[in-house]
């Protein structure tokens, strides 16, 4: 298996396979003449680059894209729809999902089971999780997709590079190391904080990432955040960035499991707010009551929810303080209540972060993400699928079936 | 006056220049082939660039440094400490400081002026700081430094790369144009937020920059931030990241000057800790009687100070939990009251972030600056010099008399 180190020239040869894949990725489908624009190569040596990657069967080419053009119409590029595929897996506090994304993103098999997680052995949940990715590596080879690699979201601290679930109070683990318990046979795995996934999948999801800026919430049983500035994630010194939820609100609050006292947790917490609207928590009953009752316009409710969101405007003026953002994005369970949580949420951020605003005349945008609580479940498969196109001499060796 | 556009060899002629400057500003005095190490040049390469630099009078040689070494020992290299300097200005709330470090990076001339700006028109105070710059030139004069640039602290909103004060609450300013009221014989000028220099400062007083990151805290009446990441100033999508003072400690509490209620200055700005201990703050008072009763153990004055430490650690414990900084460093007039600011502060830190440390068996670090209340003041002189070193050609250019 010793393979001989890669020389300069096939390490650039392979950086330009990954860049043709990724523009495709992101704009395609495209000529070769606009790829070649794309990643200022000479039109030959793209030409050359996606021959390689047609007989790969990473690509496919379509006929002339518009009639009447001047000249003679290129013929049009995109990723293929079927072989290589990333595997993405969330293990939620209540629930556990599977989906797979061919290599241009889209989702094209998902499953996905309501199960109590929380206080539940580790190796139980994820006994759990490799069925449910069995079904869904069944589903993938029936519309001819193959796995090139796993990323799992999982609601708590994992130290960079790692598989160690170091501590996830809301599941009721500690130092848990997921190596041996993972699916072995969708390529290679990786873990992750469930928020920092979600705010990957929101920043890929917009017209101009590099330039994006923002604060995700991930609203749910608990609370986590991730911070996205320049374009890029920030993951912190140990890769515990975006503890949003043990951010204090009311410092002489209530106890936090964290050790803490008036947590955002303990306010804007799918179990504190349900339980605030008078709403015992428990698995089947939970948010689609509440989301009726304020519909109904249900005094109690209301105010639950509007508790919410002022305590997650509170914490939230501390981070727009400190790290002044373009925007404010609220995504997970907690996304069905935006009608009723977010003008509270804007009226406290508006009203604490005056100094950081500055001049604007405009208030902070603050919106809750389209993908609602799809976030972190297509943030992993979108890293599996990324992961995959950063190494095409992976990909075209699974093609040829090395 | 119309130059040529540089030619990329001219231009990578000036930036090779720049890292030789940039190098020994960093570590010298070093040898040529020290030199030619640390920027992967050839020795003969440098042995060029030196020979211009050392024409141009920003070097200096010093004879063979250790005697006894094998082999031809290599003459030492060094910044000259006479010719361009940096200008630093601090315009506080109530004192005004300008400072000149030389090529090296060593303060050399230093003149201040207890001055209560705090709701004084800008021009009066940039008058009397143009006259405090007057008597700093002319004592750079008589050491043979002359201006290179000056870099300007305010405490208040500076949009990136302006020199216009947005918001200063705590001097009552608000969109103050600084341009025409700025000395104009000391070279280019720059205006930037005073915790943003402290930082600075502070990054560049430790031993591994680029790998550094932290919260640093500028706390005197105002109290300001900023945050460094990677050995990198998180500015923010406006340049107004930083702004700890507004951060919401206890969401009910008393009302701010910036519109919200509750926010850190209205429990550890200076003027907050000196009434809550008794003292009614003013010109020639503050904080000298307030280390003395803290010296004398006298109760109300230890309870003022510790609940500023308190509401620092509150405020704080956001930021950590967010951005999982290496560190804390508190800079600022309160580094005077360490001894008793920081044991709860360390107390509230560590029992709100125990999520975010993770498994870490000690303590996140959170220390006083060494550097004190100076470090807004020798961060503007820094940058001044930085930027200076960025620019070889304007220096040598000055050198020649052009």
């Known amino acids: 298996m010793a393979q001989p180190a890669p020389t300069p020239q096939s390490a650039m040869r392979q950086l330009n396979l990954s860049r043709v894949l990724h523009t495709l990725a992101a704009e395609g ?4 003449a606009t790829v070649a624009t794309r990643i200022g190569l000479t039109r030959a040596a793209v030409s050359t680059l996606v021959e390689t990657l047609l007989r790969g ?5 379509e006929g002339p894209g518009r009639s009447g053009s001047v000249g003679r119409p290129g013929s049009q590029l995109r990723l293929t729809d079927r072989g290589p595929c990333g595997f993405g897996a969330e293990i939620g506090v209540d629930h ?16 996905e089971k309501e199960f109590r997680a929380q206080h539940r052995a580790p190796d139980a949940v994820l006994g759990e999780l490799r069925a449910l990715a069995r079904r869904a590596r069944a589903e993938a080879d029936g519309v001819g997709l193959r796995p090139a690699g796993l990323a799992v979201a999982v609601p708590g601290l994992v130290p960079r590079g790692t598989t160690t679930v170091l501590r996830a109070p809301n599941l009721g683990w500690r130092d848990v190391e997921l190596a041996g318990l993972l699916p072995a046979d969708l390529g290679e795995v990786t873990v992750h904080n469930e928020a920092s996934l979600g705010g ?25 955040a991730c911070v996205v500035l320049d374009g890029r994630l920030l993951s912190g010194a140990h890769g515990f960035a975006g503890e949003l939820g043990h951010v204090p609100v009311r410092p002489e609050g209530p106890p936090c499991g964290c050790g803490g006292r008036g947590c955002l947790e303990t306010y804007a917490g799918e179990e504190a707010v349900l339980r605030a609207a008078g709403i015992e928590p428990g698995p089947g009953v939970r948010l689609g009551a509440l989301t009726a009752r304020c519909e109904a316009g249900e005094p109690t409710a209301l105010r639950a929810v509007r508790r919410a969101g002022t305590a997650l405007g509170i914490a ?17 369970t907690l996304t069905r209540l935006a009608p009723w949580l977010l003008p509270p949420l804007r009226r406290e951020l508006g009203r604490r972060t005056a100094v950081a605003a500055g001049g604007r005349e405009t208030p902070l945008p603050v919106t809750a993400s389209p993908l ?25 060796a699974a093609a040829r079936g090395d």
């Open 29 to 32: 489908p495209l000529s070769r």
């Open 57 to 61: 069967r990473l690509l496919v080419e």
């Open 96 to 111: 556990l999902a599977v989906c797979a994304a061919d290599l241009r993103g889209e989702i094209r098999v998902r499953v």
């Open 200 to 224: 990957l999948a929101e920043l890929w999801s917009r017209g101009d990432p590099a330039a994006d800026g923002f604060v995700y919430v991930s609203a749910q049983i608990g609370i986590g």
């Open 316 to 332: 939230l003026s501390g981070a727009v303080n400190l790290l002044d953002p373009r925007r404010v994005v609220i995504g997970g």
């Open 372 to 396: 609602g609580p799809d976030g972190p479940l297509r943030g992993a498969a979108g890293l599996a699928v990324r992961t995959a196109l950063d190494d095409p001499a992976r990909l075209l």
